[in-house]
């Protein structure tokens, strides 16, 4: 029958299966193979997308990409699509678990374009997909909160009020977030099981503490718990640990839920999960059956499965929370059957799909001590497999690892030239970072920048206006300023719309922009002066740098005395220095023409005494004092591990950027590594005089 009906007829059709959850059923097979032989014949948006989500679990990743190619042509050809369609390409993109980014641009622009038209379900299930498919766009979430933020007294009823805490909580300026949680804590009794869920996630989102919304919360929960699925109630445990609550019966229940859900499991990652929450539970008493049943499912375990175990473990271990006989001994054999899991699944891989999908969502210590070396080499056993569809899974690999692998990130680079516009834009910039962050140059270095920079250029639209600014400091760090861009960035407009659509980004995010700002007018002002940029960020340093206390720790009052010792008296040493655009240094001095230390208290530099060391915040250029002619401003930095990439000596992007920067302010700049300074060739303190002895004269 399913072959006699017309494509409208076929559409509805199969939205009538979906809605009855027959997701898999043979009928909906035979949907899908029609779809798959017609697919060139349809040509409304409309039906395709009602198709694309009632066939989305029983299609496979060739059909997928079929599908995506053909929503993206007809999403173009429209000049006007109506948001319901682009909501369900949404949810196909959700049901497939693939973050598209050209699909989610296309509809992310319809969606702005039809904002009068949007009501608050809309809203809330655009921002869910969004945050289910890790797809953040400032813009919409802006104009989401213009729309609402002037209704907020029209929602009454629980359902839509939980919907509205969950769009405005995040983003709201202080009256309305005020107004939303005592609105919440009047409607608490009336949520329901998801609408309590939902606030409480969202108050862990916006950081909130308010105690009275958080007790009423956890009141409510009690008579709730029962009907939450176990990811739920990880989930809610997650979010409570993180809220700080303190209701010790509330936590007592979820405990013997899960523990429930925990002896009956039999999928490995819902036991990893468990296991995971359990750990974060403040004074947990483990019980041998965790144990048992870790053990038991390792066999089946995902790496990112064995690393919640293994985070697990380690933790309680640590902090003694297991308390049978021979426990620590039953911990220790746990963690070694572990780690052998681990190494027999990575050298059981032998695809590198599988393999980067695996370790997205690994992180940690015990990954990083145990499995991330003998992790990148597999890269490299399987490096033909890399190709322009998985450079960014191995990029973000390789960034999160923090792993200088020349041959890696040479493939990656000669892939993504070969490939680049094949890849999106947006993927360019997280392949850039890497580069950038790194300090790496592959072989064919110009052309591969020159390539990408070229792409990024041609397509800046691709990108929301605080991630414009987010690339450009990825390639001022590795020492490129197209001018395109940086008149983009450095417009007074570009910078008003900035300015509005920070107050809607998360408050790390929006800081985080706000330092790669600064970072960027300092390194446009210092080396292209000829774009004419002005410095603005004066006021913005002082507030960040001048009113943060100082960095005076044991290792810096040890090495000021040893400076005292080899120049001859405290006067002749800064500690703590701040530069003209607010580079903070170690150390700084000034030696003359015959290497001679000069004095800071004879030029008249105005020194503080703090515990007798002496500290200086004074950053204007008029405050620096001209030097004689031949003396030499020397700065003096040492570099812990951060400074370097893993295992390496290599020299990371902003420890690179910092000494190129300090050489154009005048200064020499001497670096210190870690792995010099803590060596045992200096293990004493005369062998560490004469190491800075050397390196401040510069003998070799």
């Known amino acids: 029958m399913t072959f006699r009906l017309s494509l409208p007829a076929l559409s509805k059709f199969a939205l009538c299966l979906y809605k009855q959850r027959r997701h898999f059923s043979p009928v909906i097979g035979k949907v899908a193979h029609i779809v798959d032989m017609k697919l060139d014949s349809i040509q409304d948006i409309r ?156 108050m862990q989102k916006m950081k909130c503490r308010n105690s009275h919304l958080l007790k009423k919360m956890a009141s409510i929960l009690h008579k709730h718990l029962d009907s939450y699925h176990v990811i739920q109630l990880v989930k809610l445990t997650q979010y409570l640990v993180v809220l700080r609550c303190h209701d010790l019966e509330l936590f007592a229940k979820l405990k013997m839920l899960l523990l429930g859900f925990l002896k009956s499991s039999v999928i490995p990652a819902d036991t990893a999960a468990i296991i995971r929450v359990l750990a974060m539970v403040p004074s947990f008493q483990v019980e041998e059956v965790i144990i048992n049943k870790a053990a038991a499912v390792l066999p089946q375990c995902k790496l990112h499965h064995l690393n919640c175990i293994a985070t697990a473990l380690v933790k309680w271990n640590h902090y003694d929370q297991l308390h049978w006989q021979n426990s620590s001994e039953l911990c220790v054999k746990l963690l070694r059957k572990l780690n052998d899991c681990g190494f027999q699944r990575l050298q059981k891989a032998n695809n590198l799909n599988l393999l980067l999908e695996e370790l997205t969502h690994v992180n940690g210590e015990w990954f990083e001590e145990v499995l991330s070396e003998e992790t990148v080499a597999m890269c490299q056993c399987l490096i033909d497999q890399i190709t322009w569809e998985n450079v960014l899974q191995l990029s973000f690999f390789l960034m999160k690892t923090n792993h200088r692998c020349p041959s890696l990130l040479d493939r990656i680079a000669s892939v993504t030239v070969e490939n680049i516009d094949k890849i999106h834009p947006f993927e360019i910039y997280f392949i850039l970072f890497l580069f950038s962050a790194l300090n790496y140059d592959p072989p064919a270095n110009e052309e591969f920048f020159e390539s990408c920079i070229q792409r990024l250029t041609s397509n800046l639209s691709c990108f929301g206006t605080h991630r414009l600014v987010l690339l450009g400091h990825v390639l001022a760090v590795a020492g490129y300023f197209p001018p395109a861009l940086m008149m983009r960035i450095f417009n007074v407009s570009f910078l008003s719309k900035l300015d509005a659509q920070l107050k809607v980004l998360p408050d790390t995010l929006k800081q985080r922009v706000r330092l790669c700002l600064m970072k960027l007018n300092r390194a446009v002002c210092l080396e292209c002066p000829e774009f004419h940029i002005p410095w603005f960020h ?91 002619p031949g003396a030499q401003r020397i700065a003096l930095e040492f570099l812990d591990s951060k400074a370097f990439s893993k295992d390496s000596h290599h020299l990371k992007g902003e420890s690179a950027l910092k000494k190129r920067h300090l050489e154009m302010l005048g200064y020499q700049v001497v670096q210190i590594p870690h792995f010099e300074w803590n060596s045992m060739v200096l293990s004493t303190k005369g062998e560490q005089l004469e190491y800075l002895r050397r390196h401040l004269y510069g003998i070799q």
């Open 47 to 202: 039906i395709l997308s009602v198709l694309m989500i009632s066939i989305s679990d029983v299609i496979s990743q060739c059909f997928r990409d079929r599908l995506l190619h053909k929503a993206g042509q007809l999403l173009e050809e429209k000049d006007e699509v109506h948001f319901n369609y682009a909501k369900r390409i949404l949810q196909f993109l959700q049901n497939v678990k693939l973050r598209y980014h050209p699909l989610l641009e296309k509809c992310n622009k319809i969606f702005l374009k039809s904002a009068s038209h949007l009501d608050i379900h809309s809203i809330s299930l655009i921002l869910g997909l969004y945050e289910q498919l890790g797809f953040d766009n400032a813009e919409f979430r802006l104009v989401a909160k213009q729309l609402l933020s002037e209704t907020i007294d029209v929602y009454y009823d629980p359902e839509t009020f939980a919907k509205l805490f969950f769009i405005l909580g995040p983003v709201a300026e202080s009256k309305v977030r005020e107004r939303l949680l005592v609105t919440a804590v009047r409607m608490a009794e009336e949520f329901s099981s998801h609408q309590v869920l939902v606030i409480v996630k969202t």
């Open 538 to 628: 004066e006021h913005y340093c002082q507030r960040v740098f001048c009113n943060s206390s100082s960095r005076i720790n044991p290792l810096r009052q040890h090495v000021h005395r040893m400076l005292t010792e080899i120049l001859g008296g405290s006067h002749y040493a800064r500690i703590s220095v701040l530069t003209p655009y607010y580079y903070e240094i170690d150390f700084e001095c000034i030696l003359d023409e015959n290497k001679k230390p000069l004095s800071y208290v004879a030029q008249n530099t105005p020194l503080d005494d703090v515990e007798g060391i002496h500290l200086t915040r004074d950053i204007k250029d008029k405050g620096r004092k001209a030097l004689p």
